[in-house]
DNA sequence: GTCATTGCAAAACGTTTGCATGAAT
DNA sequence: ATTCATGCAAACGTTTTGCAATGAC
C-alpha cells in the first residue's frame, strides 16, 4: 500500500470559492470536531446547494495544507479540528464527545521518539481515553 | 450519534473456537501491524474456510477485551495490534508502514490530562508521524 | 439442549471519484 | 482563456449485519 501525503501537486493555484469560505468559517468558528457531514448539515442552512463531495474535498485540501487536523479513531467516522495546532484530544467513552484537553503540548515526546527509532519525527498525535468533566458530574 | 463501548453484553460466555485461536495466534505472533485483510489473507492459507466477518467478529471481540490494540489513521483501514500493553506507533509517511516506538510509555501523561479536563482518564494512544529510520537510511 | 460462533452474501457506512458545468483569475 | 472548484450521482473500500447452520459446553 501506497500511502500519499504530498502537498498539493506541485504548485497548482488554490483559487476563492464561497463553499471553501464557508466551510472554512464554520469549523473554525467551533470548538468542537465535527464529522464531514456535521458540517455539511450546518453549511447547508446558509449554502443549500453545497454537496458533500465538496466538504471532503475542501476537507482534505485545508489538511493537506496544514490549516485543520484530523482525528481518527476505530470505528468513528473521522471529525476535523479547526484548529491546526498540536495539542491534545481526549474522546470521552461515555457521552462520545471528542474534546480538547488544555495541557501543555510535549515536543520533547518527538524529540525521544526520534532518538529511539533513527528516524526523523515530523508530528505527534495524541487521544487520551476516558471520562469528561461533564459526564463525570452528572453521575 | 451514540458511541457503544460496553464491554461483552452482561456476563455472556466466551466459548472457545478455532477461528479465534487462529487470529490470536497469528496476530500475536507477529511485530507489525495488520488489516483485518492481511490477517484475513494470511490464516485463509490454514483455515480456507474462514470467512471475514469471523475476522472482523473476533478482532472486535479481542480488542473489548483488552487483548489487542486498534490503531486508526485518516484514510487507511485499520490496523491491528497483538500487544495490548500501552506503547507508541510511529506511522512512516515514506513507506507507510506503522512501527512501534521503544521508549518509556509516559503514564505521567494520563495524570496530567486527568488533572486538565477534571476528568478520568483510561489510557492515551499516541501516533507519531515521521520517516523511520529504514527509509531514512535509504534516501 | 442451550447459546455462542460460524460462513455466506447482502447491506451499510463513510468517503472518493468522473464528469460536465460554472466560477475565479 | 485558462484552470480550479463545484454539484451530482455513481462507485469504492472497509466494516457490519441477518440468518440459517454448526460447534462448544
Redesign the interface.
Known sequence: ???V?ERRGNMAEIKFSRQREAIQKELCGRKDHPTAEDLYAKIRIEHPNISLGTVYRNLHQM?ENGKIL?I???G?P?RFDGNPAPH?H?A??A??RV?D???PF?HE??I??????????????????????D??SKH
Do not use: P, Q
Not at 525521544?112 to 468533566?133: N, Q, Y
Open positions: 500500500m501506497i500511502i501525503l489538511a484530523c481518527a479513531r476505530e468513528c473521522v491534545y481526549l470521552c467513552t457521552c462520545g474534546l484537553v488544555e495541557m510535549m515526546l518527538d525521544s521518539a526520534a532518538a529511539a527509532t533513527g528516524g526523523e519525527i515530523h508530528a505527534h498525535s495524541v487521544l487520551f481515553t476516558g471520562l469528561c468533566a459526564c463525570i
